[in-house]
Structures are given as C-alpha cells and as structure tokens.
C-alpha cells in the first residue's frame, strides 16, 4: 500500500503530459475532408511524444483505372503531404501497415509505388489480407508511424 501512495503522486505529475495538445492533432486542409473526420471523430495525424500516428489512407481506384499504380500514388502523395505537415517524411517512417481485400491481387502495384517513397533503411511492414474497409470501393488501406527527430 505504501508504495501504491508514492507512485500515485508521480502518476497525476506524468498525466498533463499525455494529454493531447491541439498544435499536434493535423485535421484535413480541404472542407470536404475535415468536416467527414469531424463529423466521425479522426485526425489525419496525432504527434505523441517522440512519434507520428498517421490514420489509415484508403487507396480508391477511379472509375476506368485500369490498374491501381495511380490510386496508389495519390494515396503515398497524401500519405507524404501529412507527414510533412507534421514535421516529418517518408526517411522519418518507422512502421507500415497495410490491410488489403484481395492482398494477391494488390501487393504488387503496392510495392512498385511505395519503393518511389520509401527507401533503405526500410521500416517494418504488415500486409494484411481483409474483406473490407470502411470506403466501400476501397481496396488498401495504409496506416504510418514516423519518429520524430533523434
């Protein structure tokens, strides 16, 4: 119990210290997209002491794209866009983690695309086969953690 009271102290001082601070929550630049993520309750990125969480970006073939090498790009172009916003780039990622609902049929035009941006030392990857995300005529979806400056 004694120690239980002398940590307790040190738990309430580390608190405020959590806590999220607006300057470090990235919304989206264009209305459209801000008032969606406001409405359903996500940021594009939060900073969180010496890391950047980045929320998925669902890549979206257009009508008559006939492969996903340009959905790719613009996913891997927004995805850029926001981490500089956030202080940080693609030499900055730490972890990639990609859900795909058919994984055989993406994998490739992914990482054609996503060697454009990321380069050696690479982070880690997950590819993760699922049945479906949120955006219904989604097919990947691409979630980023960045370290902050060393």
């Known amino acids: 119990m004694r120690k ?3 940590v307790l102290p040190l738990l309430a001082m580390a608190a405020p ?5 607006a300057k470090d929550v990235f919304m989206p630049e264009d209305a459209e997209n801000l008032a969606f993520q ?3 309750g996500y940021a ?3 900073i969180a002491g010496d890391k ?3 929320s998925g970006v669902i890549v979206t073939p257009k009508p008559g794209e006939s492969d996903l090498k340009p959905a790719f790009t613009r996913a891997f172009d927004r995805i850029g866009r926001t981490l500089e916003r956030a202080g940080v780039s693609w030499d900055d990622v730490v972890d990639l983690t990609s859900y795909h609902t058919d994984l055989q049929s993406s994998i490739n035009e992914m990482v ?3 060697n454009l941006y990321v380069k050696a030392p690479f982070p880690t990857w997950t590819a993760i086969g ?5 955006e219904a005529d989604g097919v990947v979806e691409i979630k980023i953690v960045a370290q902050r400056g060393e």
């Open 4 to 6: 239980f009271l002398m």
């Open 17 to 21: 210290l959590q806590a999220k601070d």
């Open 38 to 40: 406001t409405a359903v």
């Open 44 to 46: 594009d990125a939060v």
């Open 52 to 54: 950047v969480y980045l």
């Open 112 to 114: 054609e695309v996503k």
């Open 130 to 134: 699922i049945s479906a995300l949120y």
